[in-house]
T-cell receptor, first 114, second 112 residues
């Protein structure tokens, strides 16, 4: 079975600073990987996903993530954070085939200081 | 384009009362459907998923049940709510030929 670890519960950055949110996964083969964002009181919005091919994935809102097989990681990055990026971020891993039940990390809460 | 709706957006119910939350998807057919619960600071817990009408799989034994009376409708129910049922309930759908889930806006349930 797959698992996901988001080691940081909270991350605080200043507006305009760069951002990296960590995600580590455990899975026996190449997984499907996702990042979602959740604003307070809202559903989850898909930021980006990795299925295969180029390991650097571009997403919406200026986010990108890099799949590193050797490190079992899929970290989310943004070069310059905006105050509107303050939200909860979830990494998820899905197994290929089967009934497809993804596993979500516990989430990282991003706080942006002006 | 596809759209997912959840009803109601917020709900306050007394302990012991029944519950019915509705999720509908537009613009697609035969989606895979999921119910999640999100407790404060505890991530997402998968409750039920469905691959077709009348086909429900339960992930966690609990006070809740789910039904799929129509292809694009997924209902979460309870006969008697508990305090521990409070939380944010999210419905998600997945196109049958892809591996990406899309989430609805959620329902905030408070049991008093």
């Amino acid at each position: 079975a797959q698992s996901v670890t988001q080691p940081d519960i909270h991350i605080t950055v200043s507006e305009g600073a760069s951002l990296e949110l960590r995600c580590n996964y455990s899975y026996g083969a190449t997984p499907y990987l996702f990042w979602y964002v959740q604003s307070p009181g809202q559903g989850l919005q898909l930021l980006l996903k990795y299925f295969s091919g180029d390991t650097l994935v571009q997403g919406i809102k200026g986010f990108e993530a890099e799949f590193k097989r050797s490190q079992s990681s899929f970290n989310l990055r943004k070069p310059s954070v905006h105050w509107s990026d303050a939200a909860e971020y979830f990494c998820a891993v899905g197994a290929r085939g089967g009934s497809y039940i993804p596993t979500f990390g516990r989430g990282t809460s991003l706080i942006v200081h002006p | 384009s596809q759209t997912i709706h959840q009803w109601p957006a917020t709900l306050v119910q007394p302990v012991g009362s029944p519950l019915s939350l509705e999720c509908t998807v537009e613009g697609t057919s035969n989606p895979n459907l999921y119910w999640y619960r999100q407790a404060a600071g505890r991530g997402l817990q998968l409750l039920f998923y469905s691959v077709g009408i009348g086909q429900i799989s339960s992930e966690v034994p609990q006070n809740l049940s789910a039904s799929r009376p129509q292809d694009r409708q997924f209902i979460l129910s309870s006969k008697k709510l508990l305090l521990s049922d409070s939380g944010f309930y999210l419905c998600a759908w997945r196109p049958g030929l892809t591996d990406t889930q899309y989430f609805g806006p959620g329902t905030r349930l408070t049991v008093l």
